[in-house]
């Protein structure tokens, strides 16, 4: 009963707080008129063009909504899985063992500080300008985080549970995957959302490289044709599109650490 009140109670302060931001838009922009609608434009008209785009419109980027999203998933996703079907093995690689953390971890080191949009003139000078060059920045951007919290998580398992399993009899494969693996697990996940936010971040530069369809062309189109309306609506949804991404993947979080703990 306690938990329905307060998820209530949580719940109604995030409508309060949401509610207050979209009155105080409407109060500058249609209610008082303190700011122009070429510089910021009503909430009313935001959503018309929402539903506009929603609906199949394309003009004046050439494509509806839902052909941007798309478009965006396809470089989004394609960069992110590289990075963390990478970035993973790579971090967990690290930690495990010695001699291969000496190897890898100085060089990865200094590719880490790196801003994934400072690979965009090696990107296309070694890939061009199509598919494969945005993947490429989208996937420096996801392949840090995964790297660096599967690193942590591993390091973080306990020794005492690693020297039980040994006194056991289990092989270092066995600890591995049987031990420190599983105790990662809330770490791993962690640095898959942190990947994935990072991909979705880096995504409206990506979509520079000659793009023609994709929610960050769709906000540079906007930019230069002066429509904020377009701008707005599409990091709105930017910003639904990485919660739904982002709330898909805490899900299948929770399925495969409590199947873990049943197991």
Known sequence: ?????????????????????????????????????????????????????LMGGKNPDGASLFEHIWASLQIALGGYFLGVVIGVPLGIGMAWSRKFERFAKPLFDIIRPIPALAWIPLMILWLGIGYWSKVGIIFFAAFISATINSYAGIKQTRTVHLWVARTFGATNRQMLFKVAIPTALPMIFTGLRLALGSSWVALVAAELLAATKGVGYMIQVGRMLGRPDIIIVGMITIGVVGYLMSSALEYLQKKVIRRKEVA
């Open 1 to 53: 009963m306690k938990k329905n009140k307060d998820g209530l109670k949580y719940t109604l302060i995030s409508v309060a707080s949401v509610s207050t931001v979209l009155f105080v838009w409407w109060l500058v922009t249609d209610g008082l008129h303190l700011v122009s609608h070429l510089i910021l434009p009503s909430p009313g008209k935001v959503v018309d063009t929402f539903i506009y785009k």
